[in-house]
C-alpha cells in the first residue's frame, strides 16, 4: 500500500513552481480581467462531510477564457477577484469527521457544484438545476486553479488505479457529454450529428459511440479540428462552409448516406449557424440537444422543430449518476480521453495557457497544480516510495 504522506509529498517536487508552506497559492482574475498569484491562506473544512483536496490538474473550458476576455457569461459578472478553472482532479489531504468513504491520500475527480440538496430540483435528482448552486469559477465563487479546494464527499469520485490524475481531470467535461447523450435517450444503432469538434463535442461524439450509435458525424469549421476527429476515431467528418444552413445539412447527409435525416442532432458550438444546419439535418420525429451555449438570442428555425415533430432538448452540466458512469467508460476503455490533451503548463505557466486556447491550438489545455510534478500526473498505477 502506498503511503499517504509520501504520495503528497511527491505533488512538491517541482521546486520551481512550489507554494508558499501552509497557503493556497492561486492564479486569480481580476474585475479588470488581469490575472495575478495570491498566496491565500489555506481553506478550512466548512462541514464535518467535507474533504480537502490537493489539486493536481486542471483543465480550461470555454467558460474560464469567456469570463477572462468578457468578464461575465449572461448574469454571471466578474465584479470582484475570482479562481476560475473547475475541471480538476487531486489527492485528498484532510477529511471531516463524518467522511465514510474517502481517505487521505485517495486520487479524485471533482465534481464543482455543491447544491443546497433542499428545495424542489435537488429533492427531484435534478441537482444542477438548483437556483442556489455553488459552482467553482462561477461569479461569485472560487474555482480550482489554486492548491486546495474544499468540497463535500458526494461531490469527489474515486479512480480507478489505470486513470492517471491527468485524464481524471477530463472526468468533468466527459460527464457533460454522458448527460447530453443521455437526454438524447436510447442511441444504441441511432445515427448522430455532433456540431462541434472541440472537447465537448469530441466526447459527444465518443460516448455516443460508447452508447452503440450506428454512425457519428462531427461537423466544424477547422479542418485540423477534423483531421484530429477523424484520428480520434470518430466515423465522418463534415467541413461547415460557407453554404447555407439548409445546404451544408444536404451535403452532410449525403456524405453521411443519411437521405432522411439524422435521428440525433447534438450542438456543441452555441453558433447561429450550426443550430440551423443541425435542424436541417435533423430527421422527422428525431431529437435536437442543445449543449453549446453562444449568443443569448439567435433565429431558430422554430417551425422546422414543430413540422418534424422533433424532440427539442436543453443540456446543462450534469446530474447524478453521470460522474460515475463517466469514470466507468474510462475504467472499460469504452472512451479515452488521453489523446485530447495535447497541451501541458506548469503552474507558473497558467496565462500562456489560456492564450493557448484563444489561438485554437490544439485540443485540450491542462494545468498542473502549484508544485506539481509532471510525474505524478502521468502516473497511473501507484506502487510504495
Not at 191 to 215: D, E, W
Request: charged share 20%; net charge negative; proline share 6%.
Amino acid at each position: 500500500m502506498i503511503n499517504p504522506k509520501n504520495y503528497l509529498d511527491m505533488a512538491s517536487s517541482n521546486r520551481g513552481d512550489e507554494p508558499t508552506p501552509n497557503t493556497n497559492r492561486s492564479f486569480v482574475l481580476s474585475p479588470s480581467l488581469k490575472f495575478s498569484y495570491e498566496e491565500r491562506p489555506t481553506p478550512a473544512l466548512r462541514t464535518t462531510r467535507d474533504v480537502r483536496v490537493r489539486i493536481i490538474a486542471t483543465g480550461l473550458c470555454g467558460s474560464d477564457i469567456h469570463y477572462w476576455q468578457h468578464g461575465r457569461i449572461g448574469d454571471y459578472v466578474v465584479e470582484g477577484p475570482i479562481v476560475l478553472g473547475h475541471e480538476s482532479a487531486g489527492i485528498v489531504e484532510a477529511c471531516g469527521p463524518d467522511v465514510r468513504h474517502l481517505s487521505i491520500g485517495d486520487r479524485v475527480a471533482l465534481e464543482p457544484g455543491i447544491g443546497c440538496n433542499t428545495c424542489e430540483v435537488c429533492r427531484s435528482g435534478r441537482y444542477n438545476l438548483c437556483e442556489s448552486m455553488r459552482f467553482a469559477a462561477t461569479p461569485p465563487y472560487d474555482g480550482t486553479l489554486s492548491t486546495y479546494y474544499i468540497l463535500p464527499e458526494e461531490c469527489c469520485f474515486k479512480l480507478p488505479p489505470q486513470i492517471s490524475l491527468l485524464e481524471g481531470s477530463l472526468v468533468e467535461p466527459l460527464s457533460i457529454a454522458v448527460h447530453c447523450c443521455g437526454l438524447a435517450g436510447n442511441l444504441q444503432g441511432r445515427s448522430v450529428a455532433v456540431f462541434g469538434a472541440g472537447p465537448v463535442g469530441l466526447l459527444c461524439c465518443a460516448v455516443a459511440q460508447a452508447f452503440g450509435a450506428s454512425k457519428v458525424v462531427v461537423a466544424d469549421i477547422v479542418e485540423s479540428r477534423l483531421q484530429f476527429a477523424k484520428d480520434f476515431g470518430v466515423d465522418e467528418t463534415y467541413f461547415m462552409n460557407a453554404q447555407s444552413p439548409a445546404s451544408n445539412a444536404r451535403s452532410l447527409l449525403v456524405r453521411c448516406g443519411y437521405a432522411a435525416g439524422v435521428d440525433v442532432v447534438v450542438d456543441a458550438t452555441g453558433a447561429e449557424p450550426c443550430i440551423q444546419c443541425g435542424v436541417a439535418a435533423l430527421r422527422r420525429g428525431g431529437t435536437f440537444v442543445q449543449a453549446g451555449l453562444g449568443s443569448p438570442k439567435i433565429t431558430f428555425p422554430i417551425g422546422q422543430i414543430c413540422d418534424k415533430e422533433a424532440t427539442l432538448k436543453g443540456s446543462f452540466r450534469y446530474g447524478p449518476g453521470d460522474y460515475k458512469l463517466a469514470i466507468q467508460l474510462l475504467e472499460s476503455d469504452r472512451v479515452r480521453v488521453g489523446d485530447l490533451i495535447t497541451h501541458e503548463f506548469a503552474f507558473s505557466q497558467a496565462e500562456e495557457a489560456f492564450h493557448n486556447v484563444t489561438r485554437r491550438i490544439g485540443i485540450k489545455s491542462v494545468i498542473y497544480g502549484p508544485g506539481v510534478d509532471r510525474t505524478l500526473v502521468h502516473q497511473k498505477k501507484f506502487e510504495d516510495y
